[in-house]
């Protein structure tokens, strides 16, 4: 029996779960949240920077997935200065670099589905 079948719930940051995968992707998962970390994963990033590297998001929701990734402790936001124009960055912690190795095996998958059962397109 593995760890994640020992009780009939798991109990995250007073969230209950059914299973341990489903509080993996209450963390990680939509379409967004493993895009930003994956954009993190080699280097920190201003906000501008990560809005270039995902042109399919809207600033709201780049925002909105920014500020849940930081409240789950994935990311961490750095501002410096003390008036406009703030210079804010955006980089992994400790506990978001842990999904690195989670991140190379779907970017693997992803490259796979993309060569047997579809096609590399540039910009629309």
């Known amino acids: 029996m593995g760890i994640e079948c020992q009780s009939d719930f798991i109990k995250v940051n007073n969230k209950l779960y059914p299973c341990t995968v489903s ?3 209450d963390l990680v998962g ?3 949240k493993a895009v930003i970390l994956y954009h993190l994963k080699d280097a920190h990033k201003r906000y501008t920077e990560l809005r270039k590297e995902l042109p399919g998001v809207t600033e709201r929701t780049l925002s909105l997935q920014l ?4 409240e789950d402790e994935l990311i961490t936001r750095q501002v ?7 210079k804010v960055v955006y980089s992994l912690t ?5 999904f690195t190795p989670v991140l190379d095996a779907i970017l693997g998958w992803g490259n796979q589905i993309a060569i047997q059962k579809g096609e590399f397109v540039n910009s629309l």
């Open 67 to 70: 500020k849940q990734l930081e």
């Open 94 to 98: 400790d506990f978001g670099r842990s």
């Open 23 to 25: 509080a993996a992707m």
């Open 30 to 32: 939509g379409k967004w």
């Open 80 to 86: 410096y200065g003390k008036k406009p124009p703030l």
